[in-house]
């Protein structure tokens, strides 16, 4: 302490605003303050204005009939259905579209990426110019083209397109046959459980058996069958309990079966497309992170091309790929909500709508905030607790 | 276009802030700046309000942007447009983003009231009706259960379509679009079968189509749509100038005084409405706060509510529509201006 009296001693003589970090407390506190403050100042008018407008506030007209209709929805809806309600058939809309986009963007960018990587010349000159001509293009550019120019130049009901028995393609969306449940279904249903157990087990056992006596058992094809037969043997056992119901056409449209309206198709599609060309950098960069030794020491062993990609190069890649994948993730949950240029009934979409139809601009969009804000961190975290997964296996 | 409904609530914000510009009248606010902020249609709606390659702007709903202009300037020309699709004008207005907003908005209740705003008359008297593809072959709106339909969100439109099929029990398809060029694409395609929204918009957009003989217009009025110029609840003195601009326009026609005839009304005419309507007797100029020569100004520049419609929807444009509900009161229709005295 002897050598820092001295110092002290010439501290007391310097003025309090003259130390550091006083300074950086009171620089911190007035910058809180300031933001406070203007923040009660803002929410403050804010009340004031719309009270002398006369604007109505609150949440109350989330239980208030919405009166409106829409196009998709995966859950019980009609006009006479609560804005709670509208804004919930929305919300898993783009749910909905962000799984299904995101699982195709996954694997377009996984084999555009690999291509890319490729040493046949036209495999990778084709993925490279995929990537290029993707990645450059507005996405809602894209959207517009998928569903104004591909899908809008598809024939009118009366002239679809027949792909087999019970599935027709038009401009009203693509219809699928749709599965009936009859009695007997939950033997089938757990014909199929017991066959993913199965398969789990099996994997266990012959990885298990793979490290104990390097003796390689093929998996993929043992599952296949397992996965197969084994729901189909309780499907017959079952007296054949699914049937299913065929779209016809009427009038307008084909009615009954399932339908997938052309709005989805084009979301997915741009979607997937346009990600996939940003997934496909990432898994290429991850590939090309691994060193060179790692595949020449796989060589060495004997492995081959592809062994060597899926057992050695991919659970390494994968270390450096998962963190802006994530990013990629978020961005195609958000990107979603472009859905409403061409009338994709998303989250956004449908808040729009209400957000007309109530004029309660700032609580619907505090609502649309809050929700994409969750998504997001909700896929984050999900992504952040996969990563910890993948890191662990780090030696 | 997703940012726009954003951007629009960060302003109700931003404006929000500088209270005391919002808390005066708009009526001076306008005096101060020089023109009127005027909302109107963005995508397109010919006769009513669309932009040619020059940037002008014509239509009966960019009429009455001028007229409420030359009322307060005695220029037609003091008017900055700002297009907006359906979903926006609210926001826009609320938020003071816009003085004015003059955009086929069709008056009711809760627009009225729980929205914050004020209608101040209505220039078109409209209802809903519905368009389908002749080679449909359907005769009327109730052979279209199970259609498909194209609608624009955000409207009183869309209400009313989910209204008129729950009460004929039948079923139907929203494809709901954001503007109206998108849905009138979507449309043309094929998507859907069937397009509605107010019949003057039906007819204003199909003068778009590549084939506008391929469709017609089904007899149904479904609705009863109102439109008119609407200002911010609250804001009593600009609502007087809107709503007097307008009801100057069709006093006009009542009584002949037109563009043409106009500067000779105003020197020679005896009759005591329409002296006092030019400000050549009494104070009506005074007790607005405009000029004394307001109305004659409008006439002046714009003409009366039958020139102005003739020159944006009659028989010499492309839209061909009738006066129908929209003629003067002394002639059947329900155009009616509040005395002058």
Request: hydrophobic share 45%; charged share 15%.
């Given at each position: 302490?002897?050598?820092?009296?001295?110092?002290?001693?010439?501290?007391?003589?310097?003025?309090?605003?003259?130390?550091?970090?006083?300074?950086?407390?009171?620089?911190?506190?007035?910058?809180?303050?300031?933001?406070?403050?203007?923040?009660?100042?803002?929410?403050?008018?804010?009340?004031?204005?719309?009270?002398?407008?006369?604007?109505?506030?609150?949440?109350?007209?989330?239980?208030?009939?919405?009166?409106?209709?829409?196009?998709?929805?995966?859950?019980?809806?009609?006009?006479?259905?609560?804005?709670?309600?509208?804004?919930?058939?929305?919300?898993?809309?783009?749910?909905?579209?962000?799984?299904?986009?995101?699982?195709?963007?996954?694997?377009?960018?996984?084999?555009?990426?690999?291509?890319?990587?490729?040493?046949?010349?036209?495999?990778?000159?084709?993925?490279?110019?995929?990537?290029?001509?993707?990645?450059?293009?507005?996405?809602?550019?894209?959207?517009?083209?998928?569903?104004?120019?591909?899908?809008?130049?598809?024939?009118?009901?009366?002239?679809?397109?027949?792909?087999?028995?019970?599935?027709?393609?038009?401009?009203?969306?693509?219809?699928?046959?749709?599965?009936?449940?009859?009695?007997?279904?939950?033997?089938?249903?757990?014909?199929?459980?017991?066959?993913?157990?199965?398969?789990?087990?099996?994997?266990?056992?012959?990885?298990?058996?793979?490290?104990?006596?390097?003796?390689?058992?093929?998996?993929?094809?043992?599952?296949?069958?397992?996965?197969?037969?084994?729901?189909?043997?309780?499907?017959?056992?079952?007296?054949?309990?699914?049937?299913?119901?065929?779209?016809?056409?009427?009038?307008?449209?084909?009615?009954?079966?399932?339908?997938?309206?052309?709005?989805?198709?084009?979301?997915?599609?741009?979607?997937?497309?346009?990600?996939?060309?940003?997934?496909?950098?990432?898994?290429?960069?991850?590939?090309?992170?691994?060193?060179?030794?790692?595949?020449?020491?796989?060589?060495?062993?004997?492995?081959?091309?592809?062994?060597?990609?899926?057992?050695?190069?991919?659970?390494?890649?994968?270390?450096?790929?998962?963190?802006?994948?994530?990013?990629?993730?978020?961005?195609?949950?958000?990107?979603?909500?472009?859905?409403?240029?061409?009338?994709?009934?998303?989250?956004?979409?449908?808040?729009?709508?209400?957000?007309?139809?109530?004029?309660?601009?700032?609580?619907?969009?505090?609502?649309?905030?809050?929700?994409?804000?969750?998504?997001?961190?909700?896929?984050?975290?999900?992504?952040?607790?996969?990563?910890?997964?993948?890191?662990?296996?780090?030696? | 276009?997703?940012?726009?409904?954003?951007?629009?609530?960060?302003?109700?914000?931003?404006?929000?802030?500088?209270?005391?510009?919002?808390?005066?009248?708009?009526?001076?606010?306008?005096?101060?700046?020089?023109?009127?902020?005027?909302?109107?249609?963005?995508?397109?709606?010919?006769?009513?309000?669309?932009?040619?390659?020059?940037?002008?702007?014509?239509?009966?709903?960019?009429?009455?942007?001028?007229?409420?202009?030359?009322?307060?300037?005695?220029?037609?020309?003091?008017?900055?447009?700002?297009?907006?699709?359906?979903?926006?004008?609210?926001?826009?207005?609320?938020?003071?983003?816009?003085?004015?907003?003059?955009?086929n908005?069709t008056?009711?209740?809760?627009?009225?009231?729980?929205?914050?705003?004020?209608?101040?008359?209505?220039?078109y008297y409209d209802g809903q009706g519905f368009m389908v593809?002749?080679?449909?072959?359907v005769k009327s709106a109730l052979e279209l259960?199970?259609a498909?339909v194209c609608v624009q969100?955000?409207t009183t439109t869309e209400?009313n379509l989910?209204?008129f099929f729950?009460?004929?029990?039948?079923?139907?398809?929203?494809?709901?679009?954001?503007?109206?060029?998108?849905?009138?694409?979507?449309f043309?395609?094929?998507?859907?079968d069937v397009f509605t929204t107010d019949q003057s918009g039906l007819y204003s957009s199909r003068?778009?189509?590549?084939?506008?003989?391929?469709f017609v217009v089904l007899p149904e009025v479904i609705s009863k749509e109102?439109l008119?110029?609407?200002?911010?609840?609250?804001?009593?003195?600009?609502?007087?100038?809107?709503?007097?601009?307008?009801?100057?326009?069709?006093?006009?026609?009542?009584?002949?005084?037109?563009?043409?005839?106009?500067?000779?009304?105003?020197?020679?005419?005896?009759?005591?409405?329409?002296?006092?309507?030019?400000?050549?007797?009494?104070?009506?100029?005074?007790?607005?706060?405009?000029?004394?020569?307001?109305?004659?100004?409008?006439?002046?520049?714009?003409?009366?509510?039958?020139?102005?419609?003739?020159?944006?929807?009659?028989?010499?444009?492309?839209l061909?529509i009738k006066?129908g509900l929209?003629?003067?009161?002394?002639?059947?229709?329900?155009?009616?201006?509040?005395?002058?005295?």
């Amino acid at each position: 302490m002897a050598a820092a009296e001295p110092r002290s001693g010439r501290q007391s003589r310097t003025a309090f605003w003259n130390d550091p970090r006083v300074r950086a407390i009171i620089a911190q506190a007035v910058v809180l303050l300031l933001v406070v403050a203007g923040a009660a100042y803002l929410i403050n008018n804010t009340i004031a204005n719309r009270e002398r407008l006369g604007v109505a506030s609150g949440f109350d007209f989330l239980w208030q009939v919405a009166g409106f209709d829409i196009s998709q929805t995966l859950i019980d809806y009609d006009r006479t259905y609560s804005y709670g309600r509208a804004f919930l058939v929305g919300l898993i809309n783009t749910f909905y579209v962000a799984v299904v986009g995101i699982v195709f963007a996954t694997i377009i960018g996984f084999i555009m990426g690999v291509a890319r990587l490729s040493s046949n010349w036209l495999v990778a000159k084709v993925a490279s110019a995929y990537v290029e001509i993707m990645r450059n293009i507005p996405l809602l550019l894209q959207l517009i083209v998928w569903y104004f120019v591909v899908l809008g130049g598809l024939p009118a009901p009366r002239e679809s397109i027949a792909l087999g028995e019970g599935v027709y393609l038009n401009i009203r969306g693509l219809f699928l046959p749709k599965p009936v449940f009859g009695e007997g279904t939950a033997i089938f249903l757990a014909a199929v459980v017991l066959a993913v157990i199965a398969v789990l087990v099996l994997r266990r056992w012959a990885r298990r058996r793979f490290e104990a006596t390097g003796q390689p058992f093929p998996v993929f094809w043992t599952s296949l069958a397992i996965l197969v037969l084994l729901p189909l043997l309780g499907y017959v056992l079952a007296g054949m309990p699914i049937t299913f119901e065929y779209p016809k056409l009427g009038k307008f449209r084909i009615s009954g079966g399932l339908v997938m309206l052309p709005e989805f198709m084009a979301m997915v599609a741009g979607l997937s497309i346009y990600t996939g060309a940003f997934i496909a950098e990432i898994v290429r960069a991850g590939i090309l992170a691994i060193q060179k030794g790692q595949w020449e020491a796989a060589y060495a062993l004997g492995l081959s091309r592809g062994q060597t990609l899926r057992l050695i190069v991919i659970p390494q890649a994968l270390r450096v790929i998962i963190p802006p994948q994530t990013s990629q993730y978020l961005n195609l949950t958000k990107n979603s909500s472009l859905g409403v240029a061409i009338a994709y009934p998303d989250f956004f979409n449908v808040a729009g709508t209400i957000n007309n139809q109530t004029g309660q601009a700032v609580e619907v969009i505090a609502i649309t905030m809050a929700v994409y804000l969750s998504l997001s961190l909700g896929i984050s975290a999900f992504m952040n607790w996969y990563n910890a997964r993948m890191a662990l296996v780090e030696r | 276009m997703r940012l726009s409904t954003l951007f629009a609530a960060a302003s109700v914000m931003a404006l929000a802030a500088g209270g005391q510009a919002l808390a005066g009248p708009t009526f001076d606010a306008v005096k101060e700046k020089g023109f009127v902020q005027c909302g109107v249609n963005g995508s397109g709606l010919p006769g009513f309000a669309s932009v040619d390659d020059k940037g002008n702007w014509s239509g009966l709903d960019i009429d009455l942007c001028k007229a409420v202009a030359a009322a307060v300037f005695g220029d037609a020309s003091k008017v900055k447009y700002t297009p907006l699709t359906a979903k926006e004008r609210f926001t826009a207005l609320q938020s003071g983003e816009i003085d004015l907003l003059s955009r086929n908005t069709t008056w009711t209740l809760t627009r009225d009231t729980a929205l914050g705003l004020d209608f101040v008359g209505v220039n078109y008297y409209d209802g809903q009706g519905f368009m389908v593809p002749k080679s449909l072959g359907v005769k009327s709106a109730l052979e279209l259960d199970g259609a498909s339909v194209c609608v624009q969100t955000g409207t009183t439109t869309e209400l009313n379509l989910a209204d008129f099929f729950r009460a004929n029990n039948m079923s139907y398809e929203p494809v709901v679009f954001e503007t109206n060029d998108e849905l009138i694409g979507a449309f043309q395609a094929g998507r859907c079968d069937v397009f509605t929204t107010d019949q003057s918009g039906l007819y204003s957009s199909r003068t778009k189509f590549e084939n506008p003989d391929d469709f017609v217009v089904l007899p149904e009025v479904i609705s009863k749509e109102p439109l008119g110029p609407v200002v911010r609840h609250g804001d009593n003195e600009w609502g007087d100038v809107v709503r007097w601009s307008l009801y100057a326009m069709v006093e006009a026609e009542e009584y002949g005084v037109t563009s043409e005839n106009v500067d000779e009304l105003k020197a020679n005419s005896t009759n005591p409405t329409i002296r006092r309507m030019l400000g050549v007797e009494g104070e009506f100029g005074k007790a607005l706060g405009l000029p004394a020569d307001w109305a004659y100004q409008i006439i002046k520049q714009i003409g009366n509510y039958g020139e102005s419609f003739e020159r944006n929807l009659g028989a010499n444009t492309p839209l061909k529509i009738k006066r129908g509900l929209n003629d003067l009161w002394t002639r059947g229709g329900l155009q009616y201006a509040m005395p002058f005295r």
